[in-house]
């Protein structure tokens, strides 16, 4: 079976420092991961998604993210954290049989100016 | 605008009353999906559906009941809610079923059984 997990359910960091939020999951195959961003009272939405092609993905608002196999890893990063990068992010592994995406349980991140 | 949209947005209801969240995409897309989020527990997937008229469970599918007759509607129907069933839904979509395929969530509802 697939699981996500993410480690820290809220994340603290000063307007301009490093956001680092980690995510580990287990797969019995290659998997897809991505990473979902949601503001306040809003759907989600995709940041950066790895699909075996390269293993920095870049996505969108300065953020990235490094697969590591041996880590069973998929770390989100982004070197200067700016006040509107206050909200919550999911980590998400595509599931091996049928069609389903099981998603970690979210990290809010706080940006302190 | 591409978009998933979601009706209604808010809704309180009492045990047992049936009642209907609506889901429409304008892209065409053949996934679409259900989750519920709850703190400390992410999202979890309640139904899915590949195509007209192909439906399947989740991994929270106890008590409410989806249908898929058009390509861009996606309905959940709650028959009798229970408090349990308060939650923040989202209706997304994508694509195809592909395993890589980004999904497009709606804005959310939120419901609160009493």
């Known amino acids: 079976a697939q699981s996500v997990t993410q480690l820290g359910s809220h994340v603290s960091v000063s307007e301009g420092a490093l956001v680092l939020l980690r995510c580990n999951y287990s797969?019995?195959?290659?998997?897809?991961l991505f990473w979902y961003v949601q503001y306040p009272n809003q759907g989600l939405q995709l940041l950066l998604k790895y699909t075996s092609a390269a293993t920095l993905v870049k996505g969108i608002n300065g953020f990235e993210a490094e697969f590591k196999k041996s880590e069973t890893s998929f770390h989100l990063t982004k070197p200067s954290a700016h006040m509107s990068d206050a909200a919550e992010y999911f980590c998400?592994?595509?599931?091996?049989?049928?069609?389903?995406?099981?998603f970690g349980a979210g990290t809010r991140l706080f940006v302190k100016a | 605008e591409a978009q998933v949209t979601q009706n209604p947005r808010y809704l309180i209801t009492v045990t047992g009353k049936k009642l209907t969240v609506t889901c429409s995409q304008n892209?065409?897309?053949?996934?679409m999906s259900w989750y519920r989020q709850d703190p400390g527990l992410g999202l979890r997937q309640i139904y899915y559906s590949m195509n007209v008229e192909v439906t399947d469970k989740g991994d929270v599918p106890e008590g409410y009941k989806v249908s898929r007759k058009e390509k861009r509607n996606f309905p959940l129907i709650l028959e009798s809610p229970s408090p349990n069933q308060t939650s923040l839904y989202f209706c997304?979509?994508?694509?195809?079923?592909?395993?890589?395929?980004?999904?497009?969530f709606g804005p959310g509802t939120r419901l609160t059984v009493l």
């Open positions: 998400a592994v595509s599931s091996t049989g049928g069609f389903k995406t099981i």
């Open positions: 797969s019995s195959v290659p998997p897809y």
């Open positions: 997304a979509s994508s694509l195809t079923r592909r395993k890589d395929n980004e999904q497009f």
């Open positions: 892209m065409n897309h053949e996934y």
